[in-house]
């Protein structure tokens, strides 16, 4: 069988605002993993991976508005359709800009890699994709993106099995509300046996931001931890 994206709005009580609704127009092969995130005036993005026009297995996200009316069709993030792109994370700023991260499996020159795209409040590409990750070796896997109130915003990953030394480790680099690099990636957690991976990442506040994951740690071999 195959999946879809489907959505349903709710107001502030949890009663039903509308029936469910269908997201993506492309109805071919299998979508997964939908991100929704709010923007401006309780617009709303949601992305997923998956088929879709164009791609066979890429990054997709569609607009509505405050009402839940589509603001047009899905299209397409990743502009690079070699082999396959998963696992989007998504955050939106209150201006409406918005940026979407994701791993792909053909574009970092060594296996698995962090891209991301900008785009603004009216759905329209800031640039082309970009690379986050800038260390190659080994594996990035599974983005978690957060934007702050100024529109900056703070990408985190796991990478392996080089990262710290041990088989994974939590990395992140920080962007500022241009998308210009706030300096190189780096290592999010301290202790360093064992493994660190799925990461969280929350903006709490200009320039501040909270990372959760999962691995281990000095007070538990196996738990959450943050940073």
Sequence with gaps: YYTAIVGRRYNSSGAPAGPEFLVNTYTTQYQFEPR???GAGGAFVVTWDGYGPGDIQGIFARRYNATGTPLGGE???NSSVADYQAHASLATDPSGRFVIAWEDYALDGNEHGIFARRYDSAGV?????FRVNTETPGNQKRPSVAADATGAFTVAWYNGPIGDGSYESVQARQFNSSGVALGSEFRVNTYTTGNQSYPNVVARG???FLVLWEGSGPQDVYGVFGQ
């Design 125 to 129: 590409a800031l640039a082309d994709q």
């Design 36 to 38: 929704v995130r709010f």
């Design 206 to 208: 200009p320039g501040n």
């Design 75 to 77: 299209f397409r993030v």
